[in-house]
């Protein structure tokens, strides 16, 4: 049964810095592209980062590109997500996505197979 668990959510100034982790079990997570998603209320669901599975491409959101980093640590089976320099607009559910199908845009949520169950970041100004 596959698992993706996130953590490191929580409350922050604007400014501030968080980073989120998301552990896999379940599933060789270093064989899968994975990827952070974001969802704030009324809003869909919008892809943030995604990475490839030996880490050497990533790829952004233009919201927060320069912000945040993702990294993977494929023999923790662990993706990451350091969030910097935070601002209000970034207070969303955060999830991640593992197994990008054949294809498929990586900022779109129906190109991915797995997901967590997600973790709450909120930021105040």
């Known amino acids: 049964q596959v698992q993706l668990v996130e953590s490191g959510g929580g409350s922050v100034q604007a400014g501030g810095s968080l980073r989120l982790s998301c552990a896999v079990s379940?599933?060789?997570?270093?064989?899968?592209?994975m990827a952070w998603f974001r969802q704030a209320p009324g809003n869909e669901r919008e892809g943030v980062a995604w990475?490839?599975?030996?880490?050497?491409?990533?790829e952004y959101s233009p919201s927060v590109k320069g912000r945040f980093t993702i990294s993977r640590d494929n023999a923790k089976n662990t993706m990451y997500l350091q969030m910097n320099s935070l601002k209000p607009e970034d207070t969303a559910m955060y999830y991640c996505?593992?197994?990008?199908?054949?294809?498929?845009?990586?900022?779109?949520?129906?190109?991915?197979?797995?997901w967590g169950q997600g973790t709450q970041v909120t930021v105040s100004s």
């Open positions: 996505a593992a197994e990008r199908r054949f294809g498929a845009s990586w900022y779109s949520p129906a190109g991915w197979n797995y």
């Open positions: 379940g599933l060789s997570a270093g064989k899968k592209y």
């Open positions: 990475i490839n599975t030996a880490g050497g491409t990533t």
